[in-house]
Nanobody, 118 residues
Framework: QVQLVESGGGLVQPGGSLRLSCAAS????????MAWYRQAPGKQRERVAY???????????SVLGRFSIFRESAKDNAKNTMYLQMNRLRAEDTAVYYC????????WGQGTQVTVSS
């Protein structure tokens, strides 16, 4: 079974940057279109960016121009990792961030908390 593990979150001041990582076990990760999601307190989980197997990216309007999704892949599928580079962070980016497929078809990981505050 594929397991997703997110990391890289933390406390950052407005205008700062963070890079989140998503590590997945299982070769299925290489084959699927992947995405980053976030859930703020009291709000529904939303998709903020996705990256297709062919390299197409898409971003929510709220993060367009500030976030960048990219992926490394290796012959060793255990090293497959996806990233979310987040720049010019705002208070409204505060949330728990998760990775999953574009259709959210895999079990959710524990997420990584991002807090943007001065």
């Amino acid at each position: 079974q594929v397991q997703l593990v997110e990391s890289g979150g933390g406390l950052v001041q407005p205008g700062g940057s963070l890079r989140l990582s998503c590590a997945a076990s299982g070769s299925i990760f290489v084959l699927r279109d992947m995405a980053w999601y976030r859930q703020a307190p009291g709000k529904q989980r939303e998709r903020v960016a996705y990256l297709t197997e062919s390299g197409t990216t898409n971003y929510a309007d709220s993060v367009l121009g500030r976030f960048s999704i990219f992926r490394e892949s290796a012959k060793d599928n255990a090293k497959n990792t996806m990233y979310l580079q987040m720049n010019r962070l705002r208070a409204e980016d505060t949330a728990v961030y998760y990775c999953n497929t574009i259709t959210a078809s895999l079990p959710w990981g524990q997420g990584t908390q991002v807090t943007v505050s001065s």
